[in-house]
Every structure is written in C-alpha cells, then in structure tokens.
T-cell receptor, first 109, second 112 residues
Framework: KNEVEQSPQNLTAQEGEFITINCSYS?????LHWLQQHPGGGIVSLFM???GKKKHGRLIATINIQEKHSSLHITASHPRDSAVYIC???????????FGPGTSLSVIP | EPEVTQTPSHQVTQMGQEVILRCVPI?????FYWYRQILGQKVEFLVS????????KSEIFDDQFSVERPDGSNFTLKIRSTKLEDSAMYFC??????????FGNGTRLTVT
C-alpha cells in the first residue's frame, strides 16, 4: 500500500477556477511537502508544513495531522499553473521524503 | 537566489558502463539527497547524506550505487555497471536546517 495517496490523479480546470488537490498519508510524519513539477521536469518546493495552514500568493496549503490529510488550494487558477503537483511526507526530520504519485493539473484559458 | 546545479543535463551510456552524475548543492546546506524518476512514474528516494556519510538508503540503492562528497562542494552519484532499468531522471536535492528541499534540474540518464 502506498504511504502517500493523492486525488484527483488528473484535473482539468478553466482559468479562474478554484482548485483543490488532496493528499492523505498513512504514516506519522514530522513534515509534509507540496512540490510542483514543471513539464520540463524541474521540481520546485511550494510549501513545507507540519501544522495548520500556509499561504503564498494564490496558493494555500493546509494540514490536519489527526486525520493525516493535507490539501493544496489554488485560487484564481491560470494556465501557467499547469504542472504536476506532488505531496510528499517526511517521517523523521531531514530523513528521506516519500513522494506521492502527483496530480496532473491542466488549466485551460 | 542560490540553486542546486546538476551536470550533465543528459547522459547516454551503454549497458555495463560506469556513470558519474554530479551535483553542486547550495553552499550552506547540510543535508543531501539523490532521487530518481523513471519516465511516467513517481519520484523515488535513493539515498540521503549528512555529515559525510550515508544516513539512509533505499532498497534501490544497491551495491552498484555509491555517493561521495569529495571536496566539500560536489556531491556525486556513481552507478558502477549500468542496466537498462537505470534509465531515469536523477535529481539531486539539498536542504539546510529548517528549510525545504531544493532540487537541481536533474540529469536524464539513458542506458542503451
């Protein structure tokens, strides 16, 4: 069984829509990461969080430690947001980060 | 902004050959990682490195793999005898205390 699951696997949205990507995990963690992988392959860290909520621009990440669940929200989506969004968990601080399968997002003008 | 640099961006090699993938992590970072991504699959952990030694390795990281930090700046991944199934994108990452992971742009390894 995968330790990190994401839904949906694929998502197509119209420009301007509010988007939510969900992540659930089955292990105890010290931190959860949201990352973005561009079509060219590069990986960029969006958030690292261990509790509560973080916001950066149009992106918001939340985590519920008790329910082992996190969400990534994108407000006012734009075609440049098209990418794969990956949830990853860190069981022990600075230990390996276990990646989820990713959610492929396509935002259509 | 400082970044993680990986070279080469693309490496083609024949089965059985040795390859060395190179990475220059961000200078004040302490924790170093190699990950790989086979085409169409998720990113997989290979190895973590801290204080000049391996701190953890996955079952993928068998005896054909090794890592080194030879000079305090470079961080290399060596694959001794490549197999077809080693074809993948290899990502180096580094992080400092309390910081998220910073990834390089990856090396695409093609084994023929």
């Amino acid at each position: 069984k995968n330790e990190v699951e994401q839904s949906p696997q694929n998502l197509t949205a119209q420009e301007g829509e509010f988007i939510t990507i969900n992540c659930s995990y089955s292990v105890g963690i010290s931190a959860l990461h949201w990352l973005q992988q561009h079509p060219g392959g590069g990986i960029v860290s969006l958030f690292m969080l261990s509790s509560g909520k973080k916001k950066h621009g149009r992106l918001i990440a939340t985590i519920n430690i008790q329910e082992k669940h996190s969400s990534l929200h994108i407000t006012a989506s734009h075609p440049r947001d098209s990418a794969v969004y990956i949830c990853a968990v860190e069981k022990t601080s600075y230990d390996k980060v276990i990646f989820g399968p990713g959610t492929s997002l396509s935002v259509i003008p | 902004e400082p970044e993680v640099t990986q070279t080469p961006s693309h490496q083609v090699t024949q089965m059985g050959q040795e390859v060395i993938l190179r990475c220059v992590p961000i200078s004040n970072h302490l924790y170093f990682y190699w990950y790989r991504q086979i085409l169409g699959q998720k990113v997989e952990f290979l190895v973590s490195f801290y204080n000049n030694e391996i701190s953890e390795k996955s079952e993928i990281f068998d005896d054909q793999f090794s890592v080194e930090r030879p000079d305090g700046s470079n961080f290399t991944l060596k694959i001794r005898s490549t197999k077809l199934e080693d074809s993948a994108m290899y990502f180096c990452a580094s992080r400092g205390t309390g910081t998220p992971l910073h990834f390089g742009n990856g090396t695409r390894l093609t084994v023929t």
